[in-house]
């Protein structure tokens, strides 16, 4: 996936953007839909969708807990997908200049 | 010819019956006047209660515990149910105690999930994978409490020996904080669940009213296989963290939450007051 398309997933909505503002300051959070939901004011439903992005690209990852399914931030995967997108922003701020 | 003396001054033999422990051999908590009133630190793998009420310092002595360990080469984690990491790294920073960093380097993390999760069993519990990533040799709870909202009355002990006993499989020495507004009055309860028969060591803080002002105190309580001091020692918490002061020798009551100045103390300043007075 390019720099430009891992952005446009990143950023393709707003209750995304609360999510990835969310796990990167809170690393370390491990919690189910649900709990995650409430930590950013949205309900579950309208979260659900865009977490299935994120797993998608392999930002957050899943995994089952007892009886419970849990989501929490890929730390190596996260770095990898900034590190494309910060490439991707440098190629465009280039091209702008020229 | 005489046998050859530890740096301490005494030989293997005279420590093993003063309950002493050659000092490597504890988890040093890295605040030198705790680990003087431990006899050199807590006991390896041991699960240690830090009880005490709101505000008294309980986080900030847990991170401190943490922070020190990363510098002495042991990794750690810390597992909220409380605050978000954010606060945690915010506050943390006041300290001068990077998290961030010490995530990056793969020596911290801090854990945030709701207790449910932890107490959730399965084929993979909710650590298995951070405990696999950092290999730590401490970890803290913050808090113990928070089970309290999950679990019924009569299975909280139950409940916690499988959280304690999880860790002491894997070598991981524990602390776990406990909402303690009970440490009062006339009672010496820590919990009113039965914990403390689980756990081999119990740090107690506690605010004490003292001539009309507040101040901490923190006092051991009991400490399985170790000698340890018993007093009651004053703390500070200081930009830098937990400073602990000296001991309340002039008072008495302060567990009770009656502090009043023993009477030689008491006989004393009326004398000096007498003695003012004939000059």
């Known amino acids: 996936m390019s720099g430009s398309e891992i ?72 770095r990898e997908l900034l590190e494309s997108v910060a490439n991707h922003l440098k190629t465009v701020r280039i091209s702008g200049e020229n | 010819m005489t046998a050859p003396r530890s740096k301490a001054g005494a030989s293997g033999f005279d420590q093993l019956f003063s309950g002493r422990v050659e000092e490597g051999l504890r988890v040093k908590t890295g605040i030198v006047e705790l680990d003087e009133m431990l006899r050199g630190g807590f006991m390896p793998g041991d699960a240690v209660m830090l009880a005490g009420s709101a505000g008294t310092g309980k986080t900030t002595l847990a991170l401190q515990y943490l922070v020190n360990g990363v510098k002495l080469g042991e990794p750690g984690i810390y597992v909220t149910f409380e605050e978000l990491p954010d606060q945690i790294y915010r506050d943390a920073k006041n300290f001068g105690w990077d998290l961030r960093k010490l995530e990056e380097e793969d020596k911290f993390r801090v854990v945030c999930t709701s207790p449910n999760l932890l107490m959730e069993s399965g084929d993979d519990s909710l650590l298995d994978d951070v405990l696999r990533d950092i290999q730590p040799r401490r970890l803290v709870i913050d808090s113990l409490s928070h089970l309290e909202m999950f679990v019924k009355r009569d299975d909280m002990r139950m409940e916690a020996y499988r959280v304690v006993r999880y860790l002491k499989t894997r070598g991981v020495s524990s602390v776990l904080l406990w909402e303690s507004p009970q440490i009062s009055g006339g009672s010496f309860s820590v919990t009113d669940v039965g914990l403390s028969f689980l756990v081999d060591c119990i740090v107690a803080l506690k605010p004490v009213e003292i001539e009309s002002s507040m101040r901490k105190a923190l006092v051991i309580l009991k400490m399985r296989g170790s000698d340890h001091d018993k007093r009651l020692r004053e703390f500070e918490i ?19 939450g009656s502090p009043r100045k023993i009477a030689s103390e008491k006989f004393m300043e009326l004398f000096r007051g007498a003695s003012e007075k004939r000059k």
Not at chain 1, 55 to 70: C, D, F, N, T, W
Not at chain 2, 239 to 249: L, V, Y
């Open chain 1, 7 to 78: 952005l446009s997933t990143l950023l393709g909505s707003e209750v995304r953007g609360d999510l990835l503002v969310l796990f990167h300051r809170n690393p370390g959070l491990i919690d189910t839909v649900d709990g995650v939901a409430r930590r950013i004011g949205r309900t579950t439903v309208a979260v659900i969708s865009e977490v299935r992005e994120l797993l998608v690209l392999g930002v957050l990852r899943q995994k089952r807990i007892g009886a419970s399914e849990v989501v929490f931030l890929d730390r190596a995967k996260d």
């Open chain 2, 238 to 256: 200081t930009p830098t963290g937990i400073k602990i002061e000296s001991a309340f020798t002039n008072y008495e009551g302060i567990i009770s």
